[in-house]
């Protein structure tokens, strides 16, 4: 059964995708009676929304809600005009003893990351915290889940990473934690710009890849690969964050609702829509960063659909367009290694991010890699799949075709065998009239020139009474040839027939000769 990836409060891709109206009218009034209940994801959405809603969008697809949506909601929870810069009023800035916070870089459903000053060090950070509403205690849950997030960030240390430097909590209880504060921004907001070059695209992702290769060895899957979760260093190291949703492969509890998956269903892998005795596993993560990957070198996702329910089903269903269809620059092996991460069955793609960092590192070599483009019949499934109204259609064509060919070859068989067997009658036929003529004709012959040697002399062809057989028999051997030149049939036959008659008549006479000397 395929799940849709809801929860309490929705994640931000899932606002975003609310805001464009991308949602069908059951989610759509579903997440709209959430918003008018919930604080918290009130407060995301206004800081989703464009400032002047009226300005172009600075991209295809960037969130334009509707204004009379947008006050409704500040109306139900305070907020008649944008907050000023400050601390929010449903989110309070944390006071962290030794830290300066400088300013808010994104909220999500459950926390909101700041722009921090570590003050003994002098050194930026980002400090992430749980969002909160003021005098409101953490729920157990979220603490759970955040502490959880610090736990798994920590157990890694990789250049593909971004590395945490503490956690603690601060003066209300609610706990934060410290990490390397990145100023080049997220990839989706370098993307906003238009598709990454592809050897720059590969090498962004040999470095998630070999990130993810350490969160595994681990016992960590991240489950939330997505450009927003990419961000540059100041070295411009792009650097895997947020691990909200990762899980730890000895965690005993379930932190989310049962039936429930979490993530961003644009590059989620489609097992993870599924349910079933068999779980994801790294190579669920693998999708995720071929997704990314994919959306770096063309400018878009793999999928996109008018509705979550839609993307769900193409990311289980549909194929990916390949990449040089819609950027021809893309080199052929780099969208090779893409599309094998793209596989709907993970044992097609590759068997962990470690495989798929060193294919990386082949092509950015120029050395051959090791993945290899489908067959000309794995293309054609692959096409149908892509296409299935066009191949239903192309299947009932050749269908019929199949058949007008086969009826047309058995009714040509049938013509076939009739003809035959009407040629056969007829050469039987005219077999038969000529072994007519040629006997009639030999014995003709025999009767005029054989047995006419026995008649007087002085009649035609006549030998005397006492003519000898033999004597007869060669003098009608010169009529064959004159008389019978025409018919070559006729001359052989008699030919054949007067040599073995005068051959026993040779033979006798010498059994005579023998037995009357003895």
């Known amino acids: 059964m395929t ?5 309490t409060c929705p994640s931000d891709d899932l606002w975003r995708i609310y805001l464009m109206e991308g949602l069908s009218p059951e989610e759509d009034e579903a997440l709209t009676a959430h918003a008018e209940t919930c604080a918290v994801c009130t407060q995301t959405l206004l800081g989703l929304a464009p400032a002047e809603p009226a300005r172009a969008p600075a991209r295809p697809g960037e969130p334009t809600p509707p204004p009379e949506l947008m006050e409704r909601l500040r109306g139900l929870w305070g907020h008649a005009e944008p907050e000023p810069p400050g601390e929010d009023a449903e989110d309070p800035w944390p006071q962290i003893t030794g830290y300066e916070v400088v300013r808010v870089l994104g ?11 570590h003050v003994a060090l002098n050194r930026t950070v980002a400090l992430k915290t749980i969002r909160r ?30 590395p945490i430097y503490e956690v603690g909590r601060d003066a209300d209880g609610f706990p934060y934690m410290a990490l390397e504060f990145c100023p080049g921004g997220s990839l989706a907001a370098r993307l906003a710009d238009g598709p990454l070059p592809p050897r720059e695209a590969a090498a962004m ?17 991240h489950r939330d690969v997505t450009p927003a979760n990419v961000l540059a260093a100041a070295d411009g190291t792009w650097k895997l964050t947020d691990f909200g949703l990762a899980k730890l492969a000895e965690a005993p509890q379930r932190l989310t609702q049962t039936g429930v998956v979490r993530g961003t269903p644009l590059y989620m892998a489609p097992e993870r829509f599924q349910e079933g005795p068999a ?3 790294g190579r669920s993560d693998v999708y995720s960063l071929g997704a990314v990957l994919y959306e770096a070198l063309a400018g878009v996702p793999p999928f996109q659909g008018a509705s979550v329910a839609d993307v769900v089903h193409q990311v289980a269903s549909v194929e990916p367009v390949p990449l040089r269809q819609r950027r ?23 068997a962990s991010a470690e495989a798929l960092a060193d294919d ?15 067959g000309a019949l794995r293309r054609g499934w692959k096409w149908c799949r892509r296409h299935p109204v066009r191949a239903a259609l192309a299947c009932a064509g050749v269908g019929m075709l199949l058949i007008l060919l086969v009826g047309l070859f058995f009714l040509n068989a049938e013509k076939n065998r009739t003809e035959l067997a009407r040629q056969g009658e007829e050469s039987q036929r005219i077999e038969a009239q000529a072994q007519e003529a040629v006997t009639r004709a030999t014995l003709d012959f025999v009767e005029s020139k054989v047995f006419a040697a026995a008649r007087p002399k002085d ?10 057989l033999a004597d007869a028999l060669k003098a009608s051997l010169r009529f064959v040839e004159t008389r019978f030149k025409d018919q070559p049939l006729v001359e052989a036959r008699l030919r054949l027939t007067l040599g073995n008659s005068f051959e026993e008549n040779k033979g006798g006479g010498k059994q005579r000769k023998t037995k009357g000397t003895a």
Not at 329 to 348: A, G, N
């Open 107 to 117: 909220r999500g459903g459950m926390g909101v990351v700041y722009e921090a000053r």
């Open 360 to 374: 990386l590192r082949r092509f950015l070599a120029d050395e051959p890699i090791l993945a290899r483009p489908p």
């Open 205 to 221: 992702a040999r470095a998630l890849a070999l990130g993810l290769y350490k969160v595994h060895a681990c016992g960590v899957l």
């Open 279 to 281: 779980e994801p596993d």
């Open 328 to 350: 021809g620059e893309v080199p052929r092996d780099l969208e090779t290694i893409c599309l094998k991460c793209l596989e709907k069955e993970p044992v097609r793609r590759y």
């Open 459 to 468: 009649q035609e062809g006549g030998m005397g009474y006492d003519v000898k």
């Open 133 to 162: 509403r003021r005098d409101a205690a953490p729920r157990g849950e979220e603490v759970s889940r955040f502490l959880r997030e610090a736990e798994a960030v920590a157990r890694v240390s990789d250049p593909g990473i971004v």
């Open 3 to 7: 799940r849709l990836p809801m929860d």
